[in-house]
């Protein structure tokens, strides 16, 4: 594990050197740079001899930082840090959750340098579509908002700043400027993310080469081998694609 202090951040990360264009991969919510999706993409990447980087955002896994101050910028940011002192290259974005959202939001601070992208259960604006009314209120009231997860021992933890933050950044909005390759993967059993949200972002995506995988019995992680063979094949799609 290396890690980086850029822009007032100490950011954990593990960068592979090889041939360009570099795979970036994009955590989840309060999720890390060690699951089962970003270690076997960077094997994968390895043995083809291409450049990948993963990371922790600030307050996530071995990065520093307290979780609870964190927005979708900030996190946001640590990847454009990442990116812009790390790789001189084109990269191709893999956002798996609300790295989905991260993905989108990178792509389009950064159009010179992201030329394809895949998504996996990808849940761009989800501070909208994805909290109730009440759930809203309550954030809005305390600050903050505790639920279970099926994911992990703790409580999933929403603060007002992070919920704010999201609704600053939707992007499902209206056409969404991007030309390059991309390919999204989501699991019709699902039960966080509907998998029709990746049908809406593939109209919204302005280019062409816009493939969307569905999974019939294929969960959110989509984590078992089968799911992380087809995110390979993906990856390579994309890849092969935006090569010269």
Known sequence: MTDIATAQ?????????????TIVFLPGYASDMSGSKALALEAWAKAQGRGYLRFD??????SRGDFEDQTLDSWRDDALSLIDALVPGPVVLVGSSMGGW?????????????????GVAAAPDFTDWGFSE?????????????????????PTVTTRGFWESGEANRV???????????????????????WERSLRLAELL???DVQTLLIKDGDHRLSREQDIALLKRAVSDVV?????
């Open 9 to 21: 951040r100490k950011l954990a990360y593990h960068l592979t050197e090889g041939t360009g264009p």
């Open 57 to 62: 955002y600030s307050g996530c896994g071995e």
């Open 102 to 118: 991260v993905m989108l939001l990178v792509a389009l601070a950064r159009p010179e340098k992201v030329v394809g992208m895949v």
């Open 134 to 154: 009440e759930k809203k209120l309550v954030l809005l009231r305390d600050g903050r908002i505790e639920e279970h997860s099926e994911y992990s021992d703790q």
């Open 172 to 194: 499902m909005t209206g056409p969404i400027a991007f030309s390059g390759p991309v390919r999204l993967l989501h699991g019709q059993r699902d039960p966080d993310v509907p």
């Open 206 to 208: 302005s280019g062409g």
């Open 240 to 244: 092969t694609a935006c090569s010269p």
